[in-house]
């Protein structure tokens, strides 16, 4: 039978990834067409579990009006599924919404919808699960591999504001400095950027940035892949 076709291949680029609980609890109680929204979100975020697709570009895809997917984003928050942060630009501009994949530990009961509860912030509502789960393993070199990637990535687990950011180095002071001028709200991002990238990198395409006439954290984002891509 199998000879008939071709099966496909998940070691192909061009996957998403979403939680089966979602999936087998959630999609029942609140639809298929909620369920589409938050893959559309899964299928946008990147390693650090945030993206931002405007609602008209989650409509387009799902073949939906913006009126829906506004009001199934918001079920998504009310539930604690996702999280939403706001981007502001220059002279206090919106500029689009950010949007972070909260962890299942941290999701609100279906019912919760259903019965009209009273929304309360978590302290820990925005975390975000950054490593896809492995497998205990007994082999001490795989045991220490592990656990370094744990710490590669534990201070990327919380969001932390601009103005609650200490910098302990002349490299993170460079890194608030940028993330306050091209309108972040949290130092995650640029500090994760100088983790992959290093220091020099990031004040090239800071040096570059600050040229152009064109403002803004997408615009940075992309001179600063385009220089580390030129760098390797």
């Known amino acids: 039978m199998k000879g008939l076709f071709k099966v496909r291949n998940r070691a192909n680029k061009g996957w998403s990834h979403f939680d089966n609980n979602f999936i087998d609890q959630y999609t029942p109680v609140l639809g298929a067409i909620t369920g589409a929204v938050y893959m559309t979100l899964c299928r946008h975020a990147d390693m650090y579990q945030k993206c931002f697709p405007s609602e008209r570009v989650i409509a387009n895809e799902l073949d939906l009006s913006e009126r829906t997917v506004r009001s199934k984003i ?3 928050k009310q539930l604690n599924i996702i999280a939403i942060e706001k981007s502001w630009g220059l002279g206090g501009k919106f500029r689009n919404n950010i949007y972070w994949l909260v962890d299942k530990s941290e999701w609100r009961e279906p019912s919760f919808i259903k019965t009209g509860g009273i929304l309360t912030p978590s302290p820990t509502a925005f975390y975000s699960n950054n490593q896809r789960q492995e497998l205990p393993c007994k082999n001490k070199e795989c045991k220490n591999k592990n656990i370094k990637n744990i710490n590669k990535f534990q201070n990327f687990k919380k969001l932390i504001p601009i103005n609650n950011f200490i910098p302990n180095s002349k490299e993170e ?3 608030k400095d940028i993330a306050m001028n091209i309108g972040d709200l949290y130092i995650n991002t640029i500090r994760s950027c100088f983790e992959k990238y290093g220091i020099q990198v990031l004040e090239k395409a800071w040096g570059l940035y600050k040229e152009q006439s064109k403002k ?5 984002m992309g001179i600063l892949k385009k220089i580390a891509e030129e760098s390797h």
């Open 173 to 175: 002071l460079i890194c």
């Open 74 to 76: 918001k079920i998504l």
């Open 216 to 220: 803004g954290g997408a615009y940075f």
